[in-house]
C-alpha cells in the first residue's frame, strides 16, 4: 500500500464562533478518487473518528463540521486517510477553537 502525503489547505488553527459551521479541507497526493478519510479529534489522549468522507478525482477532501468545542475550549484535530483498514497517510495536526 502506497503511503500517501495528507495536507490541510484549511488554517492550521481555525477560530470560529460559537455554534457556527465551519469547514476542513486539503488534499492527498498522490491524488486518487475515493479515498476513504477521516477526521479525528484528541480526546483525553486517544483518537476518535468523528467523520469519514472520500475523495475527489484530484485528491481533495471536505468536512463540514457542525459542532464546535464549547467556547474558550481548543480541541486537537487530525486528518487520516484510510485504505482497506489501514492508515496510508496522516496530516499536521490543528486546532479548533470557538468563542462566544
Not at 3 to 27: C, D, E, F, M, Q
Not at 67 to 90: A, D, H
Request: net charge positive.
Amino acid at each position: 500500500i502506497l503511503p500517501r502525503v495528507v495536507s490541510l489547505l484549511s488554517a492550521s488553527a481555525i477560530s470560529t464562533k460559537a455554534g457556527k459551521r465551519y469547514k476542513v479541507v486539503g488534499v492527498v497526493r498522490p491524488a486518487k478518487a475515493g479515498l476513504t478519510v477521516w477526521r479525528q479529534s484528541l480526546v483525553k489522549g486517544a483518537w476518535k473518528t468523528r467523520q469519514a468522507t472520500r475523495t475527489s478525482d484530484k485528491g481533495r477532501y471536505r468536512f463540514v463540521v457542525r459542532k464546535t468545542p464549547k467556547p474558550g475550549v481548543t480541541g486537537t484535530y487530525r486528518v487520516l486517510v484510510v485504505k482497506k483498514g489501514t492508515v496510508v497517510g496522516v496530516s499536521p495536526q490543528f486546532t479548533v477553537s470557538a468563542r462566544r
